[in-house]
């Protein structure tokens, strides 16, 4: 890995990432077979490194290849319209970025060669590794209101940081080595198998659902007005702040017990907002609930949970869902002994009279008032 590595990094010196005074902008037409390096399939003329490379709606050959050698730099790459599918060899982003208006899907290993934008319309599919060499990435949701934004399923290596300015975006079968520092501007992150030591901050939202790695925790730590969803997701570690919020609960779910998030590292709760909701089957569900414990954080081992939820101090008594009216009683050494638990306790009652008892006491009133009238 090192040794390839090297080899890029040698290969910028020798290409460069910059576009030239040569540099040219090739449009895909795809005439005569899947492969990049065929002239015929750029209108006559092949690109050479540094150029512009555009994919636009209705080319043929829209599943193609990239067989320049391993490591070719081109300035950008922008995909149009329509559907394409792509793989290869090394693709190496220069300074220009990626724009993908189409449905496209880049199953190549990538690497940037600078700092840089992808702009993203309808969806982005990356199923390679992208390694980000040190480089800042920004991904930008384009206005469409198709766009979803991109789907990561391969290793981010390298990583400088990401900033999102909206949008969804899936890191599912995502590791990152080392840490990934998300600035997440009011973007939703969906994640599945998740990059390692994730860093969310300003108010980003991470839906969570079994986070796994290959090698040591996966964490996610929280900076700035951050909201997770963890609808029975799994983490290796997870810090939260003061200006966060942890939200438990999925219209999926049949049942009043919202699946528990599993933690196998350290529990951080840092003051974070807790909202749980109890109408998690999409038919209201409001309690009653029976009497015992609800799982919300299934911290494994002996360590314990470091800090509270806001206004959810050890042994107080809250109302977490004011629909529901039902009181719990909330301990952060419930289940094993360190875990997050509501206990439910009894809905409090309003007395009420029997018919009879309400019928004298109607007389009672009527014969008070008559004595009062006749004064």
Known sequence: MHAARRTFAFAAVLLGFLPSASAA???????SSNLWSAGSNWGGTAPVASD???FPAGAANATNTNDFPAGTPFHSITYSGGTYVAGGNLLVIGSG????TADTTLSMPLALAAPQTWTVGIVLKVDGTLDLAGNALALHRDTSPLTMG?????????PAGITIDGGFWDFASTSVSPNLAINAGNAQLFVISA???IVLHDKAVLSIDSITADSGPV???TQGGVTVYEPGGSIGSLSLDSSSELRSGDDSFPQPQPPPLQVHGTVTLGGAKLTWSSHING????GPYPPGEYLLINNDGVDPVNGTFAGYAEGAVVVPDPAARQPFRVTYHGGDGNDVVLIALPIPTVPTLDPAALAVLALALAAAALVALRR
């Open 25 to 31: 902008t090739r449009t895909w037409t795809g005439a």
């Open 52 to 54: 512009d490379l555009v």
């Open 97 to 100: 970025g990626l724009t993908s």
């Open 150 to 158: 991109a789907h990561f399923r391969g290793a981010i290596l390298n």
């Open 195 to 197: 990059p390692a030591g």
């Open 219 to 221: 964490s996610a730590t």
């Open 283 to 286: 038919l209201g569900f409001h």
